[in-house]
């Protein structure tokens, strides 16, 4: 079977680095069958969109997905062509030969011959991406998607307890002046939970039970009563009959059935705990116990281990700082990718399945800072009045002044993952 797709991808690139006007794109040896294509991160202090998303820019405008005027969006022009560069059989990435720990990092790819594809194992992946014709060019190879099916498939892990362990989650320390009556558990109690299927906002479902939720397939039927609606609020992830391609819809149902028992989620004034009973693994990325000081760093989420994911007292020294004009302002929201590993926090939202989980109170903190003027204006939530002004003010205050007490020994320590 034929790829024009890819051919049309092939000669644009040629022409793109033979007129050596992309910083970084360059032919690699001299018979021109390696080249680097440059991948700055985003996040990097020197990133500059106009120099280093030029090249990505270039194919969403050749592609018809991106025209002047149209917001701009690095991370998903960037996506694009790395999915069609995986997804082509003329491409194929030399890692070993890539650096990206560099301070102009780049990545190696390497031009397939059309005769290998012939002989080797590309013309199988040529022909499993042109089967698919609904195929969109944000979707990544199916073959890799395959491989991501038969891991998970192959696990094989016993059932946990369905529970919170007795004092996983801590409280205000007993000499600490209380907080105006009912403002820190039922505030921080409330999350706003996003479902992303292949980078399409799919649900959005507040949560306000102060023992939390229990995020899982709509067919879960839970064991011996222990979630029933009055323990625990039950947040059910969309059916995958939702999602338009048919590739991706399968795949999607086939990932939704390893994560049957679900993930337990509960938000207080410490910040947030989640518990992972699910098969597949979970990858998230959020202020939580590890990481650089005010920055998130994606970390796999172990089995079983009650981890804080979200550290109210990091977010708001973070925040003091950003008043202070020395920070960035704080993220208040935690990132679950199910299935996939997480590297790349910025095309997090091309993964299969992620769940956004926002700190309703944090968020409103955030936003209050942000516009000062009476008063906040949220998606989520609204205050108008000047007394209720008043109240957030003394509880920031009080917060501020709020040490966070030392970790549990319930808590496990996640380590971060390796590029």
């Not at 801590?170 to 109690?189: I, K, M, N």
């Not at 299935?339 to 910025?346: C, M, P, Q």
């Not at 002044?401 to 319930?410: A, E, G, L, N, V």
Request: aromatic residues 10%; glycine residues 6%.
């Amino acid at each position: 079977m034929s790829n024009s797709g890819g051919r049309r991808l092939k000669q644009w690139l040629m022409e793109q680095i033979d007129s050596a006007q992309y910083s970084g794109l360059q032919w690699e040896d001299e018979s021109r069958t390696l080249f680097r294509i440059p991948w700055k991160h985003a996040g990097k202090q020197d990133y500059n969109q106009e120099i280093d998303a030029s090249i990505f820019k270039a194919w969403a405008v050749f592609k018809g997905k991106f025209k002047e005027g149209d917001k701009a969006e690095p991370a998903t022009w960037k996506t694009r062509l790395r999915c069609a560069l995986n997804k082509s059989p003329d491409f194929e990435e030399v890692t070993e030969r890539s650096q990206l720990d560099i301070s102009e990092p780049y990545k190696v790819y390497r031009i397939v011959p059309e005769e290998e594809q012939k002989l080797g194992k590309s013309s199988i992946m040529a022909m499993a991406a042109s089967s698919s014709g609904e195929m969109t060019d944000m979707d990544c190879s199916p073959a890799a998607i395959e491989e991501l099916i038969k891991e998970e498939d192959g696990c094989s892990i016993p059932p946990s307890p369905e529970y919170w362990p007795q004092g996983s989650f801590t409280a205000f320390p007993q000499h600490q002046d209380p907080l105006p009556s009912g403002a820190v558990g039922s505030a921080f109690s409330q999350m706003m939970i996003s479902f992303y299927y292949g980078g399409k906002l799919m649900h959005t479902q507040m949560v306000t039970h102060p023992e939390g939720c229990r995020i899982s397939p709509q067919q879960h039927l839970g064991r011996g009563g222990l979630y029933s609606s009055d323990t625990m609020q039950s947040v059910h992830f969309p059916p995958a009959e939702f999602i338009e391609y048919d590739r991706q819809r399968h795949v999607t149902r086939k990932l939704l059935g390893h994560l049957e028992r679900g993930v337990l989620v509960r938000a207080n004034q410490e910040g947030i705990f989640i518990k992972r009973l699910c098969q597949s693994r979970v990858f998230w990325s959020g202020l939580g116990e590890v990481g650089s000081q005010y920055g998130p760093v994606p970390c796999k989420l172990e089995r079983d281990a009650v981890v804080k994911i979200f550290d109210t007292g990091r977010f708001l020294q973070a925040l003091q700082l950003y008043q202070e004009g020395q920070f960035p302002p704080p993220d208040p929201t935690v990132i679950l990718c199910f299935g996939e590993e997480l590297h790349d926090l910025n095309n997090a939202k091309s993964k299969l399945i992620i769940v956004q989980i926002t700190v309703v109170h944090c968020q409103h903190l955030l936003d209050t800072m942000r516009r000062p003027q009476p008063f906040c204006s949220n998606s989520n939530v609204e205050i108008h009045d000047s007394a209720a002004t008043d109240q957030m003010a003394r509880i920031y205050q009080d917060l501020c002044s709020y040490s966070s007490p030392q970790r549990q020994t319930c808590y496990r320590e996640n380590m971060p993952i390796t590029a």
